[in-house]
């Protein structure tokens, strides 16, 4: 997979600026963590990558993934995955069609959905589980039904918004170290806003503190 190219953003809140001018690429072997204060748009920047900036904000810049320009895609043909802090699973929806909402529109035929839907299932060690109800699954287990349903859409990139804040200290590290095994599998690039340096330590590539970049390797 290439990697994802942002380049010259400016974003504003309100007339202000709020994140930019930055630039930064993200490549698959080098999962980059972005930090820095409470409300100083970390989330807003993966809000702007995903197409699904709200009114007061405004943006200029440009994100390429494959010589692709994504700013010019409406956010549906955005083929991002991302996982938030919290799972969002549908809680009327058993995990079987929790993870066939995540499937692309080309996978069209019944059979294939299936199958795609069951080596989901398999890859994230929840087979057996397809029927259940997701308020019936463990912490865990509802974190890696939301990783493999952020997978499902063939992504071309990976973002994370803190999804690790809210498991406790045990699940937190083996979510955390099976997001990054699955993404380095996959050769996918991967973003994360944290506020916590162990998570951007377990991501292993550079850290963007917004109003500056910093990389711990370099
Ligand atoms: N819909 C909105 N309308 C107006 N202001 C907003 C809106 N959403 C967010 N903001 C403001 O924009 C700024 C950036 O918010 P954002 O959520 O991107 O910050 P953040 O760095 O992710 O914060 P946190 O670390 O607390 O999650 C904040 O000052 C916030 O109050």
């Given at each position: 997979?290439?990697?994802?190219?942002?380049?010259?953003?400016?974003?504003?809140?309100?007339?202000?600026?709020?994140?930019?001018?930055?630039?930064?690429?993200?490549?698959?072997?080098?999962?980059?963590?972005?930090?820095?204060?409470?409300?100083?748009?970390?989330?807003?920047?993966?809000?702007?990558?995903?197409?699904?900036?709200?009114?007061?904000?405004?943006?200029?810049?440009?994100?390429?993934?494959?010589?692709?320009?994504?700013?010019?895609?409406?956010?549906?043909?955005?083929?991002?995955?991302?996982?938030?802090?919290?799972?969002?699973?549908?809680?009327?929806?058993?995990?079987?069609?929790?993870?066939?909402?995540?499937l692309?529109?080309?996978?069209?035929?019944?059979?294939?959905?299936?199958?795609?839907?069951?080596?989901?299932?398999?890859?994230?060690?929840?087979?057996?589980?397809?029927?259940?109800?997701?308020?019936?699954?463990?912490?865990?287990?509802?974190?890696?039904?939301a990783?493999?349903?952020?997978?499902?859409?063939?992504?071309w990139?990976?973002l994370?918004?803190?999804?690790?804040?809210?498991?406790?200290?045990?699940?937190?590290?083996?979510?955390?170290?099976?997001?990054?095994?699955?993404?380095?599998?996959?050769?996918?690039?991967?973003?994360?806003?944290?506020?916590?340096?162990?998570?951007a330590?377990?991501?292993?590539?550079?850290?963007?503190?917004?109003?500056?970049?910093?990389?711990?390797?370099?």
């Amino acid at each position: 997979m290439s990697a994802l190219e942002v380049s010259d953003l400016v974003l504003r809140l309100q007339g202000r600026i709020l994140i930019g001018p930055l630039s930064f690429a993200v490549a698959p072997d080098r999962p980059t963590t972005i930090m820095g204060p409470s409300g100083c748009g970390k989330s807003s920047l993966l809000n702007w990558l995903i197409g699904m900036l709200p009114d007061p904000f405004t943006a200029q810049g440009t994100v390429r993934i494959d010589g692709v320009a994504l700013d010019g895609l409406p956010p549906e043909q955005r083929r991002l995955g991302i996982l938030f802090q919290d799972d969002l699973l549908f809680p009327h929806l058993t995990v079987e069609e929790n993870l066939a909402f995540g499937l692309p529109a080309h996978i069209k035929r019944p059979g294939d959905r299936r199958n795609a839907v069951r080596a989901a299932l398999d890859e994230a060690g929840l087979a057996g589980l397809a029927g259940r109800d997701p308020a019936t699954l463990s912490g865990g287990q509802r974190a890696r039904v939301a990783l493999m349903r952020a997978l499902l859409c063939e992504p071309w990139a990976l973002l994370l918004d803190e999804p690790f804040n809210k498991l406790d200290t045990a699940l937190r590290e083996r979510f955390r170290a099976t997001v990054f095994e699955t993404a380095r599998r996959r050769d996918l690039p991967v973003l994360m806003v944290s506020h916590d340096p162990a998570d951007a330590a377990a991501a292993g590539g550079p850290v963007i503190t917004l109003g500056g970049v910093n990389s711990p390797e370099n």
